[in-house]
């Protein structure tokens, strides 16, 4: 099973700065079968990215997913004051992981 | 509307039993993999259960299983999770999350969850 470790655990920016978000995969990852979710508070995770670099329909194209192998980041370019949620990559294809999140948090 | 709306979470003693159910609409559900995922208090996600869209195929994790049973019924678009000896540590809301494509080849991404319903496992 692919172990999925999230860095940093918690990242402290402001509006209008860039984010990079990374995930780290155990074994490579087949495919590029990798996805981006973002969790606000009380509400369920939304779909951001897939394929590890495709975004979903309607994601605002300042978030952008990158990386193969078993090294991935998850770019916002510029944060919005709705964009400081939870972050969660995930591994598909063979099995379901999750890695354990990023919280990006208002500075 | 294209949404899942989970119910029959609430408070049980360990040892327990609680069944939970998610209703889908707007898309086709018979097509779809559907899956459990929970989040317990202050945690991340946790992926629980699959079950093809035919329901031929099941699969869950290890934590789980021998425990919790995933089922569905594509007459009435829903999902179903059977859990039978409740464990403090079963204790999140649980989300039922939608297959991104309906061709079963490989696990896929989740492009659709619900708003989850809480299981709380005390005594």
């Known amino acids: 099973e692919i172990v999925l470790t999230q860095s940093p655990g918690t990242l402290s920016l402001s509006p209008g700065e860039r984010a990079t978000l990374s995930c780290r995969a155990s074994?490579?990852?087949?495919?590029?079968?990798l996805a981006w979710y973002q969790q606000k508070p009380g509400q369920a995770p939304r779909l951001l990215i897939y394929?590890?670099?495709s975004r979903d329909t309607g994601i605002p194209d300042r978030f952008s997913g990158s990386g193969s192998g078993t090294d991935f980041t998850l770019t916002i370019s510029r944060l919005e004051p709705e964009d400081f949620a939870v972050y969660y990559c995930q591994h598909y294809g063979s099995s379901y992981t999750f890695g354990q999140g990023t919280k990006l948090e208002i500075k | 509307q294209v949404q899942l709306v989970e119910s029959g979470g609430g408070v049980v003693q360990p040892g327990g039993s609680l069944r939970l159910s998610c209703a889908a609409s707007g898309f086709t559900f018979s097509h779809y993999g559907m899956q459990w995922v929970r989040q317990a208090p202050g945690k991340g996600l946790e992926w629980v259960a699959f079950?093809?869209?035919?329901?031929?195929?099941?699969y869950s994790a290890e934590s789980v299983k021998g425990r919790f049973t995933i089922s569905r019924d594509n007459s009435k678009n829903t999902l179903n999770l059977q859990m039978n000896s409740l464990r403090v540590e079963d204790t999140a809301v649980y989300f039922c999350?939608?297959?991104?494509?309906?061709?079963?080849?490989?696990?896929?991404?989740?492009?659709?969850w619900g708003r989850g319903t809480l299981v709380t496992v005390s005594s």
């Open positions: 394929g590890a670099s």
């Open positions: 074994q490579i990852v087949t495919r590029n079968y």
């Open positions: 079950i093809q869209y035919d329901g031929s195929k099941e």
């Open positions: 999350a939608k297959d991104s494509q309906p061709t079963p080849i490989i696990h896929w991404y989740f492009d659709l």
